[in-house]
């Protein structure tokens, strides 16, 4: 659905949605970045394709620039970057 790169800072959660193929039983990796600071969590991949998703709270006072990556290992396979707040 294409992604967005800013949210006003009262956007609540945020959602990654993530197309997969050829994934069945693995888990992905999914980590939020602000400031340096790592959320992490896992995404079991229960089919052969599809999308998935995963959200994040933002408090308010979280304003900046934030990243998401889909990890598998220790390789990236994708991240977005966007701004909250400005």
Do not use: C
């Not at 999308?51 to 390789?75: D, K, L, Y």
């Amino acid at each position: 659905v294409g992604e967005a790169e800013s949210f006003p800072a009262d956007v609540g959660e945020i959602y990654a949605y993530v197309d997969v193929e050829g994934a069945q039983g693995e888990t992905l990796n999914v980590v939020w970045m602000y400031q340096g600071n790592e959320a992490k969590e896992d995404m079991q991949i229960e089919s052969d394709s599809g999308a998935h998703w995963t959200a994040v709270r933002i408090p308010e006072q979280a304003t900046g620039e934030w990243t998401v990556e889909i990890r598998h290992g220790e390789s990236v396979l994708g991240s977005s970057t966007f701004m909250v707040g400005q």
